[in-house]
């Protein structure tokens, strides 16, 4: 069976490692890499072919939110927003699913709630990958 492949965007190095940890606990997802900013995530997404990606919304010199509408549509694949802000009742999870997240997950929880996560991410990357829509 194919493993789903899982690329990361996140400008700390911490949380790129408590996910790929969070990742390697799991037979059908693998780590296939990772960006720091927005311009190496759109550079490096479209050669990886991942699955899913794990966006942070809170990244320094980049909107997080702008981020994902340019990830949705270069890279044609599931966006799991893995960020501090989208705790239960925030506003950025609404945003962020307005502007394309296929789902949202508390970074703080990646590793105590780490079945949870990994559920997550199994669901989004069976979400077939399509072009986002573009208003006229």
């Known amino acids: 069976m194919r493993r789903s492949r899982v690329f990361v965007v996140d400008d700390s190095t911490a949380s790129v490692i408590a996910i790929r940890l969070a990742i390697s606990r799991d037979n059908a997802l693998e780590y296939v890499g990772s960006a720091q900013d927005a311009k190496e995530a759109l550079d490096r997404c479209r050669n ?11 990244m320094p010199n980049d909107d997080g939110l702008e981020m994902l509408v340019a990830i ?4 044609h694949a599931p966006v799991v927003v893995v960020s501090a802000s989208t705790y239960e009742g925030s506003p950025a999870v609404a945003e962020a699913l307005i502007r394309g997240a296929d789902a949202c997950f508390d970074k703080r929880q990646v590793l105590s709630h780490v079945d949870a996560f990994l559920a997550v991410l199994r669901a989004a990357a069976q979400i077939p990958s399509l072009p986002l829509e573009t208003a006229n």
């Open 48 to 58: 990886v072919e991942a699955d899913v990606i794990t966006l942070d919304l809170n």
């Open 72 to 75: 949705k549509a270069a890279c």
